[in-house]
């Protein structure tokens, strides 16, 4: 079954910690990228990756870093930059880079959460 | 820059009524648009998609949406709501880059 992973589901932190987010794909897109959400506000772009070993800031990557070392991955750190980590994070494909016109499609989440 | 609204933060509708959810989106070039539907703690699913071929999508579940370049709008609706389309719904434009954006997001209760 072809499908987009999300790993853990829930996830909780220090105040401090880094943690990683998992993101696996089964569907030999090319496209891969990283949302969060907020109650009340939609979905907002934190980073993308067109291509292998290549990626781009979205519209809040501060305080986030990731890494697209294989076609199949995209892996998520939250650093201890991030002043308001908690929510939930969708990690999405698409087949090609064009992620505007392409159809994305999006993983279960995992909702991360600040002790 | 593109912008996505949604009308309409909550809809409450009785089951067998009509579902009407409201999309504008501002840009002088029709984009792609599209419309996803959440569940509880759950990633986004496609419903529909818009690609200029036809202005009356129809998607899954019964529903459809028409887009209107006079009023640019893209408006998701179902004839008849069921109790399982209690969720949340977002509408969401493209142009030909790499970003989608989202509106905010629309919660639709199925009254029984």
């Known amino acids: 079954d072809g499908g987009i992973t999300q790993s853990p589901k829930y996830l909780f932190r220090k105040e401090g910690q880094n943690v990683t987010l998992s993101c696996e794909q089964n569907l030999n897109h090319d496209a891969m990228y990283w949302y969060r959400q907020d109650p009340g506000q939609g979905l907002r772009l934190i980073y993308y990756s067109q291509i292998v070993n290549d990626f781009q800031k979205g519209d809040i990557a501060e305080g986030y870093s990731v890494s697209r070392e294989k076609k199949e991955s995209f892996p998520l750190t939250v650093t201890s930059a991030q002043k308001n980590p908690t929510a939930f994070y969708l990690c999405a494909s698409s087949m090609w880079g064009t992620g505007g016109t392409d159809t994305q499609y999006f993983g279960p989440g995992t909702r991360l959460t600040v002790l | ?112």
């Open chain 2, 1 to 112: 820059a593109q912008s996505v609204t949604q009308l309409g933060s909550h809809v409450s509708v009785s089951e067998g009524a009509l579902v009407l959810l409201r999309c504008n989106y501002s840009s002088s070039v029709p984009p792609y648009l599209f419309w996803y539907v959440q569940y509880p703690n759950q990633g986004l699913q496609l419903l529909l998609k818009y690609t200029s071929a036809a202005t009356l999508v129809k998607g899954i579940n019964g529903f459809e949406a028409e887009f209107k370049k006079s009023e640019t709008s893209f408006h998701l609706t179902k004839p008849s709501a069921h109790m399982s389309d209690a969720a949340e719904y977002f509408c969401a434009a493209g142009l030909n880059d790499y970003k989608l954006s989202f509106g905010a997001g629309t919660t639709v209760t199925v009254r029984a």
